[in-house]
Antibody, heavy 126, light 109 residues
Framework: EVQLVESGGTLVQPGRSLRLSCAVS????????MHWVRQVPGKGLEWVSG????????GFADSVKGRFTISRDNAKNSLYLQMNSLRTEDTALYYC???????????????????WGQGTLVTVSS | SYVLTQPPSVSVAPGKTARITCGGN??????VQWYRQKPGQAPVLVID???DRPSGIPERISGSNSGNTATLTISRVEAGDEADYYC????????????FGSGTKVTVL
């Protein structure tokens, strides 16, 4: 059974840093790209970042570029999101999601995000 | 920036057909994914490559894509279909290259 379990979400002050983790099981982690997607409670989905199977390529939404970093440890079956200079607008539920592709980019035919974790809540507030 | 437009809500009686549209410039040339999200749960992939069903998704759920509109169709609607549905595409030039629609709330009457 595929499982993705996020952790690390908490209440944090604006300007501070936070690191999210996603532990996966049930599939060969180092065969697939991985992504972070966030959702403000009651609102829609927003793609945040993606990483290639071997960390060779990284992608970020413009809204987090320069502040967030994505990484993975294939030996530990884990995905990470380092969030720096947090803003109130970063408040959201953060999901990790598995891609069917090896690369984070979605050139045609775009591979879907076929498994998602349950999310971890990040609240940025003073 | 590329925008996907979905109706905020669709209401449908049990046993009837719900159609959810996703409008985007030349979306017919793109791979469209559809996700279902029930309250308090993570999104679940229900349609990939515009019209394929992942394992475990019933045949009542289907997708099509042409021109400027992709459509998710749910036939013989059941109470358990009540959820938010999101379309998604890749658009490399966009602010967020993985673009999600704003979501459609399906209410079963």
């Amino acid at each position: 059974e595929v499982q993705l379990v996020e952790s690390g979400g908490t209440l944090v002050q604006p300007g501070r840093s936070l690191r999210l983790s996603c532990a996966v099981s049930g599939f060969t982690f180092d065969d697939y790209a991985m992504h972070w997607v966030r959702q403000v409670p009651g609102k829609g989905l927003e793609w945040v970042s993606g990483i290639d199977w071997n960390s060779g390529g990284l992608g970020f939404a413009d809204s987090v570029k320069g502040r967030f970093t994505i990484s993975r440890d294939n030996a530990k079956n884990s995905l990470y999101l380092q969030m720096n200079s947090l803003r109130t607008e970063d408040t959201a539920l953060y999901y990790c999601a598995k891609s069917r592709a090896r690369f984070w980019t979605g050139y045609y035919p775009t591979e879907p995000f076929d498994y998602w974790g349950q999310g971890t809540l990040v609240t940025v507030s003073s | 920036s590329y925008v996907l437009t979905q109706p905020p809500s669709v209401s449908v009686a049990p046993g009837k057909t719900a159609r959810i549209t996703c409008g985007g410039n030349n979306i017919g040339s793109k791979s469209v994914q559809w996700y279902r999200q029930k309250p308090g749960q993570a999104p679940v992939l229900v349609i990939d490559y515009a019209s394929d069903r992942p394992s475990g998704i019933p045949e009542r759920i289907s997708g099509s894509n042409s021109g400027n509109t992709a459509t998710l169709t749910i036939s013989r609607v059941e109470a358990g279909d009540e959820a938010d549905y999101y379309c998604q595409v890749w658009e490399s030039s966009s602010y967020h290259p993985y673009v999600f629609g704003s979501g459609t709330k399906v209410t079963v009457l």
